[in-house]
């Protein structure tokens, strides 16, 4: 049976079920400061502290983060070795804590790109937390929306050639369950800091009826108060799903 749009997201005046940040400006943000840009990243990690410990004091049921895009190998050599040393110590260090406050760890994307060492915190960390209930953490590394979408049209098709699915079965909701994070619901709010206003192949399919809110504050600066702004701004809109104003209200 098919789950509407309703049964997923979150209405106007909610707490947003989900939450996708793009976190965005730590190297601005190290760059004003005369710093190198890893410390822009390493200042980050507060950041994802506080919006962690705001998230789930709020209600948040699914908080995504974007840590690392499929695009980001593009960066230059030291701070790509930079980021992923900054990874294995905030697995070593957070997944924990995340433990004891009942938090569950996933990660999204293609792993196999990973050191061997970084590969087995990984399974560690999401074996650690897995049973976990209160909030479910997502982070988004090495991911990237378009190979999202190709690696579930892949798999489709796979199965289509293997006789165990027909091409005619194939409708959003059959797709939907292929991607990353079908068993979660889709964002309800997309945030962006450090003022730019694009996506930048972030769960392009997730994201469909998602909330948008771009922030001019960059990552590191991105704290409780910033946060509590973007889920204000969130309660305040009216979401319509293809609706009317009058049909939201009951009206005919």
Do not use: C
């Not at 960066?75 to 004891?100: C, G, I, Q, T, Y």
């Not at 972030?202 to 771009?214: G, N």
């Not at 204000?232 to 009951?250: C, S, W, Y």
């Amino acid at each position: 049976m098919s789950t509407s749009i309703d049964d997923t997201l979150a209405v106007q005046g909610d707490i947003p079920r989900h939450v996708a940040i793009i976190m965005d400006g730590n190297n601005r943000w190290a760059k004003r400061r005369f710093m190198p840009g890893v410390a822009g990243h390493k200042a980050g990690v507060d950041a994802v502290r506080a919006v962690v410990e705001h998230s789930a004091k709020q209600g948040v049921e699914v908080l995504t983060l974007f840590a690392f895009s499929s695009e980001n190998w593009r960066r230059p050599a030291d701070e790509v070795s930079a980021l992923m040393s900054l990874f294995v110590l905030a697995l070593e260090r957070e997944v924990r804590k995340l433990h004891r406050h009942n938090i569950r760890l996933q990660i999204m994307g293609d792993v196999s790109g990973f050191s061997p060492r970084l590969q087995q915190l990984i399974r560690e960390s999401e074996a650690l937390t897995a049973g976990n209930t209160a909030m479910t953490l997502v982070v988004a590394a090495n991911y990237g929306g378009q190979w999202d979408i190709a690696r579930a049209a892949r798999r489709i098709a796979e199965e289509v050639q293997a006789g165990t699915l027909q091409p005619q079965d194939i409708n959003e909701q059959l797709f939907h369950r292929y991607t990353w994070l079908a068993d979660l619901p889709p964002p309800d709010l997309l945030i962006r800091t450090g003022g730019e206003q694009r996506i930048s192949n972030f769960m392009l399919w997730q994201t469909a009826y998602s909330e948008l809110y771009f922030s001019p504050v960059f990552w590191p600066d991105f704290k409780q108060q910033e946060y509590q702004q973007a889920l204000t701004a969130f309660a305040e809109r009216t979401r319509r799903f293809g609706r009317t104003d009058d049909q939201l209200e009951g009206k005919k």
